[in-house]
């Protein structure tokens, strides 16, 4: 079934108004003005009305007190925050999984994306297929987040990771000149293989443990990242254009 023209038009300007926050071509405070926007993107204003509600959902946006919509603005605090409550609500998930028990095609599944990032690292300390390693460490939080199936649990956690800043992958550029960020990902990955162990040998406290630690390696990542304070790096990472520093 074909989506309507007014829903095509608002995922579209949805995909674009997300596109120019993340870039920081649309800072932190900017109000958004309809009539303008809508002539930008060239659609009507109903479309524009859904697409801002939906960032608004996401937390991109925030409600102006006067009517309207602002891009938010983020602190440190702000992400670290975020990224706390995706490790609990994670630890979480792997501790039902542990104690629910999870059948064997779906370990098997957990198995094969561990698998393959380990394929992500070459020989070298610092040779690391980072594309490939953010599309696969993105596919083992997900199908965590599934494990327990509760529809409830994975919802929440879609829900705390929708920022992207608070996203597992977060601070995975393309490439990082940086051997501490570098080493972080081995670490990180090192964790995923602990925690797949503990769920599999229902083990529910290591599991909650070891899965809340691991997200803070995205919270290593970011400090890895600011402090490195390399340009094309932090360009390179989008979602840090909404953090607002004092």
Do not use: W
Not at 53 to 77: D, N
Not at 131 to 157: G, K
Not at 177 to 193: G, I, P
């Amino acid at each position: 079934m074909m989506e309507a023209p007014g829903k095509t038009h608002a995922t579209r300007s949805v995909i674009e108004l997300r596109k120019k926050i993340l870039s920081g071509e649309l800072v932190g405070g900017t109000r958004l003005l309809e009539v303008p926007l809508a002539e930008e993107l060239e659609i009507s204003r109903t479309p524009l009305r859904d697409a801002l509600s939906r960032l608004a959902e996401e937390g991109l946006l925030e409600r102006g007190r006067s009517g309207g919509f602002i891009v938010r603005r983020f602190t440190l605090a702000d992400v670290i925050d975020a990224i706390e409550l995706r490790g609990v609500l994670e630890g979480t998930a792997a501790r039902l999984a542990a104690e629910r028990g999870i059948e064997g095609p779906r370990l098997n599944r957990m198995l094969e994306i561990v698998a393959a990032v380990d394929d992500c690292f070459g020989s070298g300390h610092a040779d690391i297929d980072f594309e490939r390693y953010a599309e696969m460490n993105a596919a083992f939080h997900d199908e965590l987040a599934r494990l327990p199936q509760s529809d409830v649990i994975a919802r929440e956690i879609e829900r705390a990771a929708r920022l992207p800043f608070a996203s597992p992958s977060a601070f995975v550029p393309e490439r990082a000149d940086d051997m501490a960020f570098t080493r972080s990902l081995h670490v990180a990955h090192a964790e995923h293989k602990a925690i797949v162990q503990a769920i599999a040998g229902r083990e529910g406290a290591r599991a909650e443990a070891l899965a809340r630690e691991h997200a803070r390696a995205t919270r290593v990542n970011l400090e890895s990242v600011l402090m490195a304070g390399d340009r094309k790096i932090l360009e390179r990472v989008p979602s840090l254009a909404l953090v607002f520093r004092d």
